[in-house]
């Protein structure tokens, strides 16, 4: 397995406080990484700072050759590392069909579009059906699948998600995760960030066990679903 990007001593603050704390972690490509950990832990921090979205106060995020940390949130995307924002930010007074065109901007590559689009479409049929209805008229579920959706239009190496469950009802929360399984079962490397421990760790090849802004325990997704620590901490014992 060869590692497609790589974190090293990745620390942030906001002002005094630091929320990630010098963490090393490695995504295998084509594989899912799960980060899990409990509300507050620097989960999305990490997450931001691997799409520049805040700046790393040291560190480095090796991906294709270049430290990520040196290169704007736009170019980061244009390299391929696209990330799902938290909370489903689609734009509601846009059409289904406007929003996944936000995604596919900025590429530069525009023959494979309409071939993307379809994929999109049959990964997520509701997005078809709904096409050129206002994205605000969506259920939450069909929010995030239109926010993961627009995300891949971006044609992405590296697909990066902020708590996709998140408010989800159970049967929604599992088709998002089948959907995802299914988005990695064709190559794309995918790195999960859930409270949603056991779901994640369930469909994750390898996880990480963040807790106040370190990285505390790393493994398989299946080691970790059997770790006493893990069922303890997170798994309600
Ligand atoms: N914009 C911000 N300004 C100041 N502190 C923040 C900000 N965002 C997050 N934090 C703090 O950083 C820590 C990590 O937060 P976060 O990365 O959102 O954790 P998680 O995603 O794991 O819940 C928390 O203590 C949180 O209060
Ligand atoms: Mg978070």
């Given amino acids: 397995m060869s590692a497609i990007l790589r974190v090293t001593d990745l620390a942030v603050a906001y002002g005094q406080v630091e929320a990630v704390k010098g963490i090393d972690l490695e995504l295998n490509e084509g594989e899912i990484t799960a980060l899990v950990g409990a509300n507050g832990a620097g989960k999305s921090t990490a997450l931001l700072a691997i799409s520049g979205l805040v700046k790393a106060a040291r560190g480095s995020v090796m991906f294709d050759g270049v430290d990520l940390c040196s290169l704007r949130p736009h170019q980061i995307v244009r390299r391929g590392v696209v990330q799902v924002a938290e909370g489903r930010a689609i734009l509601t007074t846009l059409t289904v069909a ?34 050129n209805g206002l994205a605000g008229n969506l259920s939450g579920g069909e929010q995030q699948m239109l926010a993961i959706g627009r995300a891949l239009m971006a044609r992405p190496k590296v697909l990066l998600l902020d708590e996709p469950s998140m408010g989800l009802a159970p049967l929604m929360v599992q088709e998002i995760f089948r959907i995802l399984k299914q988005i990695n079962a064709t190559g794309l490397t995918i790195l999960l960030v859930e409270q949603n421990v056991r779901q994640a760790l369930k469909i994750a090849q390898h996880g990480y066990v963040l807790e106040n802004g370190k990285i505390v325990l790393a493994d398989t997704g299946a080691r970790l679903l059997d770790d006493p ?6 798994l309600g014992g």
């Fill in 229 to 234: 620590k893990v069922i303890g901490a997170y």
């Fill in 98 to 131: 406007e929003n996944l065109a936000l995604g596919s901007y900025a590429r530069t590559d525009r023959t494979m579009l309409a071939q993307d689009l379809e994929w999109v479409h049959a990964l997520f049929p509701v997005l078809k059906e709904r096409a």
